[in-house]
């Protein structure tokens, strides 16, 4: 892979709007598939903003009516906004694509951006980004005076946690000691080269996803750098570790593409 170059688009009073971000990354998509431009990650603070995957469902999206950006990533909806990196690493990658390979290293950068900052994190089978684990099921404290054994989120495929009071919300998971994501997570690869990407949960105010089903994931929650340690941590703490991180674990990946089975003729 060629050396990744870092662009610091806008934080705090700078923040990027999210179409300009958006068009930016159109920007530089194109001219890292014309090879002008070597591989380059968009760092920046996003304002308020709500934006849904492809896969979202429209019972997942605010029930207020809150204005909703559909955008062309995998994934479903999300919440962006003061106090959260956002990074868009726009990378040509070798074919055939492997985009899950693709998502699992920028996890890893995650995971060790965290892991640097004393918050261990970890994966969760069949769920995107990066996750603060909760405890045991049996350990946790029970939910509106019911036991565990009763908590409707566990046998009702609908449930809405928005429409059951605070102690559901996925803002109030840490306090559940329920599995939390601490990084979302969505990408696209279009013409081999990637657009989107990760934001990571620094200092935002997580009661900003309790107006959404966060990644349509009703039974675990939302959490952030601060929240886990107790302790005000900033971005500009942040985006220096997370540069090197990206870089170590982008430039020194191997690239080859997946060996693909050819099945024998019958």
Known sequence: MSELRFVRMGFGEDRVDYQ????????VHAARFADEIPDTCLLLEHPPVYTAGRRT?????PLDGTPV????????????????????????LPRPVDVVAHLRRLEEAMIRVCAEFGVKTSRVEGRAGVWVLGDPVEDRPSLGGLTLDFDP???????DPRLNGPEYAPSNAGQRREDRKICAMG???????TMHGFALNVNPDVSSFDKIIPCGIRDAGVTSLSYELGREVT????????ERHLKDVLENADLKPRAIEKQPAA
């Not at 300009?20 to 920007?27: G, N």
């Open 20 to 27: 300009v971000a958006w068009d930016e990354q159109r920007r």
């Open 57 to 61: 469902a429209p019972e997942e999206r």
């Open 69 to 92: 950006i559909d955008v062309d990533r995998g994934g479903k909806i999300t919440w962006h906004g003061p106090g959260q990196l956002v990074g868009y690493p726009i990378q040509k």
């Open 153 to 159: 989120r566990t046998t009702d495929p609908e449930f």
């Open 187 to 193: 990408v696209r690869v279009a013409k081999g080269v």
């Open 235 to 242: 971005i500009e703490e942040v985006l220096p570790v997370a």
